[in-house]
């Protein structure tokens, strides 16, 4: 449900919660159990740029958090939305909420809170430095930016019917960041008969020209084995909370991260990755980065759909390795 505030802006209503946003700031209400009324304030930009994490991720694995209060946490068939709820100080004190909805009721609303909120010139998957303003009335909108379409390849990008492009094939330009990568491509000689087996790129290269931050800008599927390079610059748009164990490889430049506790933001630990490090966030942990420059990451997940439940039932560990 939605209705036009005075800023030009749609208004929104999700179970107890509703969505309101001005010039400035995205203002997220509730009622708490025992009936006192209850908001928090984030700037637009920050709400966008999780909110459309949240959205093209499909909820992602676990916990998706907006900020220290508001989140969501993928049950994979459904999605809870949450107030506080892994806030230790707001769970303490009582003024917390968290629903219950089906995953694709979420989706639609959120996805129209991005349409709608999401002004002309403005990019919430780009770097700051790559994009306009977030700020102001309503005008326009830029649909095309938040609904890009994955391309997807049955084979290793460039083999014969993998369907998709390298990023330099389709034209997509070198980014400002990464003017020094190589853009040289491996030299193959497959045995004869083998032509259309044998297959290399440059990976460097093609993550050199990803238009997007802090989103897998290409993907490897081998059963459950996930891995997703990423080129990051700024801040994570959200602070991740894990219910499997995430395995990152810097692969330039450097991030550094925050880590807490996932149920309570308690912290747990500052890690700066330079290139060549490696690096796993536990499935009891969330997790935010900063990149002051911007790095390309390898980030590996076990995509298992089973996986979070035998964590949860104590059939599979926490961590990545025990001594």
């Known amino acids: 449900m939605s209705t036009t505030n005075q800023h030009g802006y749609q208004d929104f209503k999700l179970g107890s919660f509703s969505f309101r946003r001005d010039e400035y700031f995205a203002h997220i209400s509730w009622t708490t159990k025992a009936g006192k009324p209850m908001s928090h304030t984030m700037d637009a ?23 220290n209060v508001i989140g969501t946490v993928n049950h994979y068939q459904s999605v809870d939305l949450y107030a506080g709820s892994y806030n230790g100080t707001m769970k303490e004190a009582g ?9 694709e009721e979420i989706r639609s609303t959120f996805a129209a809170i ?20 977030p700020h ?22 460039g083999l014969k019917d993998d369907l998709a492009l390298r990023t330099d094939e389709r034209g997509a330009p070198v980014n400002r960041a990464f003017a020094d990568v190589p853009q040289e491509q491996p030299e193959l000689h497959p045995e004869p008969g083998f032509e259309n087996e044998v297959h290399a790129f440059n990976l460097f290269g093609f993550l050199s020209r990803s238009q997007v931050t802090w989103n897998p800008s290409f993907t490897s599927v081998v059963k459950h ?3 997703c390079p990423t080129t990051e610059e700024h801040i994570l748009p959200i602070i991740h909370g894990n219910d499997r164990v995430e395995w ?3 692969m330039t430049d ?8 996932k149920n309570t933001g308690k912290p747990l630990a500052r890690v700066i990755m330079k290139a060549g490090d ?25 995509g298992s759909p089973s996986l979070v439940y035998e964590i949860q039932n104590g059939l599979s560990p926490e961590v990545p390795v025990q001594f």
């Open 225 to 227: 084995s996930y891995m």
């Open 136 to 157: 102001g009335r309503k005008h326009g909108n830029n649909t095309a930016r938040i609904t890009r379409a994955r391309e997807l390849a049955k084979r290793c990008v």
């Open 45 to 67: 930009a920050n709400f966008l740029r999780a909110l459309m994490r949240d959205v093209a991720w499909g909820f992602f694995y676990g916990w998706v958090n907006f900020d």
């Open 254 to 261: 450097e991030i550094h991260w925050d880590c807490g506790d």
């Open 278 to 302: 490696m690096a796993a966030m536990p499935a009891y942990c969330r997790h935010q980065g900063y990149s002051p420059k911007r790095s390309m990451l390898l980030v590996w997940e076990n």
């Open 248 to 250: 990152f490889f810097q």
């Open 95 to 103: 003024i917390d909420l968290l629903e219950n909805f089906p995953t």
């Open 114 to 133: 991005l349409d709608d909120w999401t002004n002309e010139g403005f990019d919430p998957f780009a770097a700051p430095l790559e994009t306009g303003s």
